[in-house]
């Protein structure tokens, strides 16, 4: 594993910095294999981002994206992280709609959801039961509790090491969720975190040891590269 982690003066040069570093990726994909197959983040901090990489003129037809966790809700539903993505990136860019590939919420049961999109995944990637493809470019973040995805402590979903997607827990809402295995095959993870709040997180998660299941973000350690990008007021816990 490749272990990069910057320090950005403010929230616009993390945002630079990330644009940066997934046109390369996506680039360099689509000249290795033919395309790119990015899995998406929640919340407000790659939303810029997104909105950047929609600026992009890129080969859309040649880019297949994803979603690393979803909220239990409908896919219209403001809460809803693939609505989010739609809204300030691929909406307004030329992307088929084919190579959208959101997180299904609409069985009224999680756990058929996660097994119908774990199907998915192994059919596009073409991977056996029991096998776990590799993203080119997976995007996270942590929340206050170190949570990533929908990885929260000390839940199940923590655990599973012999599947691709599984159904997290928030305060005994469900969600959907990449598993631990399936994150740490990718090719690059890339980690945003920006905001002071975010500091006792990252300190247990930096340290040389720490509880896993108290903070899960220690658990992501990809084979490819992982990259942390931080704001300075999030960077003042690794300084």
């Known amino acids: 594993m490749k272990k990069v982690v910057e320090v950005l ?31 998406a983040a929640g919340g407000s901090t790659p939303e810029p981002l997104y909105r950047a ?12 994206v994803f979603w690393g966790d979803e909220r239990y809700v ?39 959801d996660a097994e119908a999109h774990q199907t998915e995944l ?19 973040g942590i929340g206050d509790d170190a949570h990533t995805a929908s990885l929260f402590p000390g839940t199940a979903a923590l ?9 997290g827990n928030k305060d005994g809402q469900p969600r959907i969720t ?7 095959r990718a090719r690059c993870v890339m980690f945003m975190v920006a905001g002071a709040s975010k500091q006792p997180a990252l300190a247990q998660i930096f340290a040389p040891a720490a509880d896993e299941m108290t903070y899960p973000a220690r658990l992501v350690q990809p084979e490819g590269e992982l990259w942390w990008l931080l704001d300075a007021a999030a960077g003042e816990a690794v300084k």
Request: glycine letters at 4%.
């Open 74 to 112: 409908p896919l219209e539903h403001p809460d809803s992280n693939q609505k989010m993505a739609r809204l300030a990136w691929l909406d307004r860019v030329n992307i088929p709609a084919s190579n959208i590939h959101p997180m299904p919420t609409g069985a009224g049961d999680p756990a058929a």
């Open 122 to 140: 192994q059919q596009f990637f073409k991977v056996s039961e029991g096998e776990f493809p590799a993203f080119d470019i997976i995007l996270l």
């Open 9 to 39: 003066a403010n929230r616009e040069q993390l945002i630079d910095r990330s644009l940066e570093i997934v046109l390369s990726k996506i680039s360099e994909a689509i000249a290795e294999r033919g395309l790119c197959t990015i899995a």
């Open 159 to 167: 655990e599973v090491r012999d599947a691709l997607v599984t159904v």
């Open 178 to 184: 990449f598993t631990v295995p399936l994150i740490n």
């Open 53 to 64: 990489i929609a600026a992009q003129d890129l080969p859309w037809d040649k880019i297949h």
